[in-house]
């Protein structure tokens, strides 16, 4: 099969990447000079172990014939239209992922201008305890081509692998092939796959590793190569040095691939070098410099308030409720802040009062429309995977699960149940841990794994083939390509224009305000505070950053490695502002006004002077806000740009 060059390619690409990030860290040359000498005995490394390797592996060479056969067909005909749309907005559009703003490609930065990893002063905590699987991938993007226009490459990629990966593996599980096929082209066109594919999230491109891990890993049982038990081992590790939230999927891979370990036997230097480089590219590293830093290997101890689940069983029945409501939300959905506002009241409070307790703020939070900040599977492929599931119960025959494939006869029967119902058992453990909101978004790489254990039997195979299953399978597609269209960050339509002439024609038209409000705020929020950093003194090399958790400072890093972004704490005084070099700053007014500071009261003590104001927004929740840029006493003989326009 041809894609298989590829997802071995992208996993040691993502592996090797990762182990750039944290060994050139430990010598503090994370540098061009570091990623060019690592290249470099990455591939002498690659040709001696090709050299050195005894196994054969069958011919998968690409077949451009049988690809461009395969894409006449109207299914793969429109997924492949849906991946030239999306690969278009990626490229037509920077990144404006409220968390890629907020802290990963920020995060980056700071280490990418200090030469390692380090932990920031900040509080912003995010820019410190979560994992750098997808920052350790756009590192060497970000340094060598001092932009981010590239980073959706990062999500888009793994997007294109995984039909060919679905496909493999729901077979190797025992679903019927058309099935099968039908799928391998549907789920992803899920939304959280579908918007993120051209973006910087960071929850769908660990989906590739929870496939490649079980596929590889049930591959082995076919071919007892010990080469597939590594890829396997190297793509559980990259889905949890992705996302902590990712953990518990290490039970199915573990299922699959603990019985194998005999097999390498043979290989026991190679496999305890790989299990090496698993480690340094799992959540491992992380989870040590958590303890280190502070005190906690999951660094929960830093994040809000419910994100820590207090109550299993209200985590079981509260993340059910919110996977169906995220997931079976209409589409387009205008009553979103009618909703928002209304539903704690709607629901008894026998169910309102422990969620409340036990869910970080804002959990029954929905969007309008699917955006990268909260949309998991989204309304199409939940309806139609509903649909197919009751079809299949309902209709008359062989047995739901009966006649369903054995699957290759190199898997156990227990390996094979063991990997259909496993996911679930991850997915029950998520709920009884997590309290955070949009778990549909979180949960991305759990979908493949649940989906076979639904498909197996001869029934679904009656039910791809109905005449009502293709209008169904039309409208999802159709609802995709919606989706991709009027996505806030990269809309493919004059959303302002248009929306623009609306409200002229029909000024108290407030859907249209809504709308033209949202998409504003998206098209400036790659750099928010641009008119703030016109306004800082020319040359200057070092600003500082006072802001809140969810505040955005990548404007004050571009163009990048031009000058340093500090943070400070509201409570630092002079001397330790001025210790981390930091002679002008940028404030948020609206933060100070939120913790009860006074702006004066601050002045007063840190002796800063307000040069400037400017109103900007960031978030539409938050609306406008104020920003200042504040100049800080010298000291006696320094030297300081004069302010001016950059």
């Avoid at 490649?212 to 793509?235: I, K, N, Q, T």
């Avoid at 909260?374 to 309902?394: D, E, Q, Y």
């Avoid at 109103?615 to 100049?631: D, E, K």
Wanted: charged letters at 15%; glycine letters at 10%.
């Amino acid at each position: 099969m041809s894609f298989l060059p590829l997802i071995r390619i992208w996993i040691w690409v993502s592996a090797l990447a990762t182990l750039a990030g944290w060994s050139l860290s430990a010598v503090g040359q994370l540098n061009r000079g570091g990623y060019l000498v690592f290249g470099g005995l990455a591939a002498a490394a690659f040709l001696l172990g090709r050299r050195g390797s005894g196994e054969k592996r069958p011919g998968t060479g690409f077949k451009w014939r049988k690809v461009k056969a395969r894409f006449r067909r109207w299914l793969p005909a429109c997924f492949l239209g849906l991946t030239l749309l999306i690969f278009l907005g990626g490229a037509l559009y920077p990144p404006s992922n409220h968390t890629a703003m907020t802290y990963r490609t920020p995060r980056v930065l700071h280490w990418l201008m200090e030469g390692h990893w380090h932990w920031i002063d900040t509080s912003n905590y995010r820019l410190n305890n979560r994992a750098c699987g997808l920052e350790w991938l756009t590192a060497p993007l970000l340094l060598f081509t001092k932009s981010d226009r590239g980073l959706f490459l990062v999500n888009f990629i793994p997007f294109l692998l995984l039909p060919g990966l679905v496909f493999s593996l729901f077979k190797r599980l025992g679903v019927r092939g058309r099935v099968a096929w039908h799928w391998m082209w549907l789920l992803p066109t899920g939304y959280s796959f579908l918007v993120q594919a051209g973006g910087a999230g960071n929850d769908t491109f660990p989906a590739v590793y929870a496939l490649a891990a079980m596929d590889f890993g049930l591959r082995a049982w076919e071919s007892r190569r010990a080469s597939d038990l590594w890829l396997s081992f190297l793509s559980a590790a990259l889905l949890t040095g992705a996302k902590a939230s990712n953990l518990t999927l290490l039970l199915p891979c573990a299922i699959v691939v603990l019985p194998l370990l005999p097999q390498l036997k043979r290989r026991l230097g190679a496999t305890g070098l790989v299990i090496l480089l698993a480690g340094v590219v799992s959540f491992l590293p992380t989870a040590l410099l958590n303890i280190r830093y502070c005190g906690d290997w999951s660094g929960l101890v830093l994040e809000r308030a419910g994100m820590d689940m207090k109550n299993p069983l209200v985590g079981i029945w509260g993340n059910a409720l919110l996977l169906f409501t995220n997931n079976f939300v209409p589409t387009f959905f205008p009553l979103a802040g009618w909703w928002n506002r209304s539903a704690l009241a709607l629901l008894p409070r026998a169910i309102a009062g422990p969620l409340e307790a036990n869910f970080e703020g804002g959990f029954m939070m929905l969007g309008e429309m699917p955006t990268e900040d909260w949309a998991g599977l989204g309304f199409g492929v939940s309806v139609l995977l509903a649909a197919s599931v009751g079809a299949s119960l309902w209709r008359r025959g062989a047995p739901a699960g009966g006649g369903s494939r054995a699957g290759p006869p190199g898997i156990p029967g227990w390996v094979r149940w063991g990997a259909l119902l496993s996911p679930w058992v991850s997915l029950l453990a998520y709920c009884v841990k997590s309290g955070m909101v949009t778990p549909a978004r979180l949960i991305s790489p759990y979908y493949a794994l649940l989906f076979p254990v639904l498909l197996l039997g001869t029934r679904p195979l009656g039910v791809v083939r109905s005449r009502w299953w293709r209008w169904l399978e039309g409208g999802t597609l159709l609802l995709a390509l919606l989706v991709i269209v009027v996505t806030p960050g990269r809309p493919l339509w004059p959303a302002r224009t248009l929306l623009t002439k609306v409200l002229a024609a029909h000024p108290e038209q407030r859907t249209a305000q809504r709308a033209l409000a949202v998409y504003s705020v998206y098209d400036q929020r790659w750099d928010p505070l641009a008119e703030v950093r016109a306004r800082l003194p020319q040359g200057l090399t070092v600003v500082g950053f006072m802001g809140n958790a969810d505040d955005i400072d990548i404007s004050l890093w571009r163009p990048f490695f031009t000058r340093r972004v500090k943070h400070f704490l509201p409570e630092d005084t002079p001397a330790e502002i001025r210790r981390r070099g930091i002679q002008y700053a940028v404030v948020n007014g609206g933060n100070l006004a939120a913790i009860g500071l006074p702006l004066a009261a601050w002045q007063a003590r840190t002796g800063a002077e307000v040069l400037d104001t400017i109103t900007a927004t960031l978030t539409v929740s938050h609306g406008p806000q104020p920003w200042h840029i504040v100049r800080f006493p010298a000291e006696p003989g320094e030297s300081r740009p004069e302010p001016g326009n950059e």
